[in-house]
Structures are given as C-alpha cells and as structure tokens.
C-alpha cells in the first residue's frame, strides 16, 4: 500500500519546492486513518531513559515541527516521534526558498530558523493525544528575539511535561544566530542547571521527564569534553548526536545549491555526525544512551549508527530521497542482523565500533 501511494507521489512531489512538497506531505498524513500499525519484532525492543521503545527507529525533529501528525508517524512504523522545534512565542522563520535539495549528493541544506506555530497550539495537539500511547518527545528551542534564552527552555518544560514522553533541547540549529552559544561550557552549565531544576519541580504533576540535549555536529573535541563532563554532572538522561552541519564536505556535487546558507543534513552529513557520535559514546562511559542522527539512509547506516554509539536512532533527509518503505527496510535489516548473530537485542551492538572509530582519520 505504502509503495503503490509513493510510487505514485513521490516523482511528483520531487518537482515541488521542498517545502511546498512538505506541506503536501503532512496534509496526507493527517488524514485519518491512514495505516495499521504492525506489531514490531519483539528483538528490535529498546529500553532507554525508562522508556520501552518497540524499534529503535525515529521520525527526528523538524517532519511535524507543530505536532500535527504523530500518530500518522508511529502507525508507519516509527519507534518514537520528535516533534519540534517548539518555540514559546509563534515565530515565521527565515524568509522563502529556505530548504533546498542536493539531489546528487542526497542531502537536504535548510535555514528554517525555527518557525513555530508555537507552545499553546502544540500543547492542544499533544495534549489530545496524550493518552493515545507510543512514544512521542518534544524538541524545545528559544525564541530568536528572547531576551533570556533559558528561560525560554524552563517555560517550554513547564509546558510540555505532563504530555510529552522526553524533552529534547535544541542548543544546536545553526540557524537561529547565537543559539549554539548555548554550547559554551560556562552557559550550558546554566542551562544544565535551570532545566533540570524545571524538570524537578515539574515532576510531582507528571513524573520525571526525560531531558536529552541535542548537539551539534561541528563542536571541537575539547568543546565536547566539557559537555559531556556537564551533562554527567546534571544527570541529563541522553544525547541527541546531531544536528545538522554549517560545514560543506569537499566531494559536494550538487555545486551552487551547495554553496546555500544553512544546516546540511542528508548523506553527506553521515560521516561527520557518525564520528561525533562515536566521540561522545567513549566520553560518556555508559553514564547515559545516545541517539545517533545525521546521513541514516539504509540498514547498513543505520547499525553503523549503532555500533558508533547509538542504542536509537533518528532519520529525516533519506525519506525524501527513497521514502516510507525505508522504515521497514532499516527495521527488517536490524532484525536479520541480529538473529544472524544470535543476538536477542541491539544491546550487544551498542558502541562494538566506537573506540575503533575514534582511532581512525578525522573524515572531511
Ligand atoms: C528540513 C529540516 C528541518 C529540520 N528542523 C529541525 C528542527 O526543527 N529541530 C531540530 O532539532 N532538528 C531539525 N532538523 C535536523 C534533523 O532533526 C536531523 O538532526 C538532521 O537532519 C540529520 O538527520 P538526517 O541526515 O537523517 O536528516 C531539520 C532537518 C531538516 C532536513
């Protein structure tokens, strides 16, 4: 059914503005009833941060920015869903065209800078939803104009706590100025601080939230050292690794979209987020699990993903270049791997490669 609607929709929607074609996308999904959900194969099932994830995969943030289709996303087949990036306040983002497709390179640049239709419509919509089950986060970032950033992030968890399943702070987009800022070791140990202090006060209404932080893939070594350290020291509950890049890998082909301002995500950001990932899982020491995102476009990536660090993993760019059959392809993939090794879970994946990774040449 999937296959015969994409085959269909897909050359189409390929000749729209991303953007445009996005839209389309969402306004499909939010038909009811879509499809079934399928029970997942019992050895494909993650627990992490007290969570009982049915699959490791996830929609990452950015598809259902406002929280308008979630549950279109799980009966696909997605383990878990991010919605977001949430704002407080609505915001309109960066002027149009602001996502552009590398069709060469299979990759996806966009400077988006958060548009949101911000806290109150997305809490009607979780809010909604909230006893419908599966496993539905919400990424949280300040508004551009905010005079007090992290206060932002506190009014955002005190929101969204009683309704969302994990909390993933965004510190990361490139494209709201002086977001990644946030990063700074003297500043994250303050946002550290006062979130998970919001966390805390919030959880005698609705239990303990998890709160992973999002970062990006373009820190130095030593930039990481003291956010992990930090993140350790507040018992943060995960990481998202990562956002997406500022920098343009060399072998780029799709040469003049290229060279457009903003974050690259997609195939050529997997080497990069990969090694990142791989960097924070031998930092970390097992102190809390990591999501690995950045270039996931096949099976293969994605175990790569999880023997770099990962125990779950998130994808956007690959679905608007080989669609929603991807899903049960990277699922189907895992599955075989691990009856292939007699595995009963991904456990005894997680990290095999991450030091071996960390010896190898800094990828360009
Ligand atoms: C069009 C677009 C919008 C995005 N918006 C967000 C966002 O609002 N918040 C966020 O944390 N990440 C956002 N991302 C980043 C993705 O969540 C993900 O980290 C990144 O794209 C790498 O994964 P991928 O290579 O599988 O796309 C966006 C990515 C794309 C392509």
Not at 2 to 26: C, Q, V
Not at 125 to 141: D, H, S, T
Not at 217 to 243: C, K
Request: proline share 7%; with cysteine.
């Amino acid at each position: 059914m999937i296959g015969l609607l994409e085959a269909f929709t897909r050359p189409l929607l390929r000749l729209l503005d991303p953007e445009d074609a996005h839209r389309l996308a969402i306004r499909a999904l939010a038909i009811p009833p879509f499809v079934k959900l399928v029970a997942d194969e019992p050895r494909l099932a993650v627990r992490a941060f007290g969570l009982n994830f049915p699959n490791p995969v996830g929609m990452a943030a950015g598809f259902d920015k406002h929280a308008e289709v979630p549950d279109a996303l799980l009966r696909l087949g997605f383990g878990f869903v991010e919605v977001g990036t949430v704002t407080p306040v609505p915001q309109a983002g960066n002027p149009r065209p602001r996502v552009f497709r590398l069709n060469r390179d299979q990759g996806v640049i966009n400077r988006l800078g958060f548009n949101s239709e911000g806290a109150d419509a997305v809490l009607r919509r979780l809010a909604a939803r909230a006893e419908g089950g599966g496993i539905v986060g919400v990424n949280i970032g300040a508004n551009r104009e905010s005079a007090d950033r992290i206060a932002d992030y506190v009014r955002l968890i005190e929101t969204f706590a009683p309704v969302v399943s994990y909390f993933s702070v965004n510190i990361s987009s490139p494209n709201t100025p002086g977001l990644r800022e946030l990063q700074q070791a003297k500043v994250f140990d303050d946002l550290l601080a006062r979130v998970m202090d919001a966390r805390a006060r919030m959880s005698r209404q609705a239990g303990t939230t998890p709160v992973l932080i999002k970062i990006a893939p373009d820190l130095t070594l030593n930039e990481l050292d003291d956010l992990v350290g930090a993140a350790r020291q507040h018992h943060v509950d995960g990481m998202i690794v990562g956002n997406t890049t500022v920098r343009r890998p060399p072998g780029l082909r799709d040469k003049p979209t290229a060279s457009e301002a903003g974050g690259l995500s997609g195939r050529p950001l997997f080497p990069l987020a990969t090694r990142m990932l791989a960097e924070t899982y031998v930092r970390v020491e097992g102190a809390f699990p990591l999501i690995g995102v950045g270039g996931i476009d096949s099976g293969a990536t994605a175990l790569a993903k999880i023997r770099a660090g990962a125990c779950l993993i998130q994808l956007y760019s690959a679905l608007v270049f080989h669609g929603l059959r991807l899903i049960a392809n990277i699922k189907s993939d895992l599955a075989n791997e691990l009856r292939r090794g007699g595995h009963a879970g991904l456990d005894a994946l997680v990290g095999a490669d991450a030091a071996a990774m960390t010896a190898e040449r800094w990828p360009s």
